[in-house]
Antibody
Framework: QVQLQESGPGLVKPSETLSLTCTVS?????????WGWIRQPPGKGLEWIAS???????YCNPSLKSRVTISVDTSKNQFSLKLTSVTAADTAVYYC?????????????WGQGTLLTVSS | QSALTQPRSVSGSPGQSVTISCTGT?????????VSWYQQYPGKAPKLMIY???KRPSGVPDRFSGSKSGNTASLTISGLQAEDEADYYC???????????FGGGTKLTVL
């Protein structure tokens, strides 16, 4: 059974770059799936951020595209999210998740989430 | 403001049925049969309950069912149980430029 675990700094200052990592166990990140990020501001709904296949195929939320970089590290079986120029509006629980490739499949497997707070 | 519109809250008594609506547009819900529903307990990650409008993943009780008419998708929970009390989110594929949009979530209270 695949498991995903997010990790990050917990606190980032405004205007800085947010960096999060998702470590995958129970499956290879080089398998035929899309790996992605979703966030949820406190008390609010979910927002899809971006998804990536190990082949390099990447999809990103148009509203965040200019600030988002998503990458895969096959040697560590991890994938990462970088979000630049953060503001308080980026404070959220960030989830990593996996979905099948080949079609618009749902997010079947999720990490437990990590809270990222933007504050000076 | 979320792309898909859900009621903020619904409620029902044990044993009853409730339906949660998810209204989008002809560019997302109305255009594709790729609507999914997620259940989320406080402090926990979302769990996939319905995908491709009507399909249930293995392990999800058949009390949960999905449907769609036009630009509105619906999640119906029959035979309500106390454990169904949670937040529910819909999600739809929205094409090759927008990709995925979520609803704002609906809090289900079991009375």
């Amino acid at each position: 059974q695949v498991q995903l675990q997010e990790s990050g700094p917990g606190l980032v200052k405004p205007s800085e770059t947010l960096s999060l990592t998702c470590t995958v166990s129970g499956d290879s990140i080089s398998s035929n799936y899309y790996w992605g990020w979703i966030r949820q501001p406190p008390g609010k709904g979910l927002e899809w951020i971006a998804s990536m296949h190990h082949s390099g195929n990447t999809y990103c939320n148009p509203s965040l595209k200019s600030r988002v970089t998503i990458s895969v590290d096959t040697s560590k079986n991890q994938f990462s999210l970088k979000l630049t120029s953060v503001t308080a509006a980026d404070t959220a629980v960030y989830y990593c998740a996996r979905r099948e490739s080949g079609r618009p499949a749902p997010l079947q497997h999720w990490g437990q989430g990590t809270l990222l707070t933007v504050s000076s | 403001q979320s792309a898909l519109t859900q009621p903020r809250s619904v409620s029902g008594s044990p044993g009853q049925s409730v339906t949660i609506s998810c209204t989008g547009t002809s560019s997302d819900v109305g255009a594709y049969n790729y609507v999914s529903w997620y259940q989320q307990y406080p402090g926990k990650a979302p769990k996939l309950m319905i995908y491709d409008v009507t399909k249930r993943p293995s392990g999800v009780p058949d009390r949960f069912s999905g449907s769609k008419s036009g630009n509105t998708a619906s999640l119906t929970i029959s035979g309500l149980q106390a454990e169904d009390e949670a937040d529910y989110y819909c999600c739809s594929y929205a094409g090759i430029y927008t990709f995925w949009v979520f609803g704002g979530g609906t809090k289900l209270t079991v009375l």
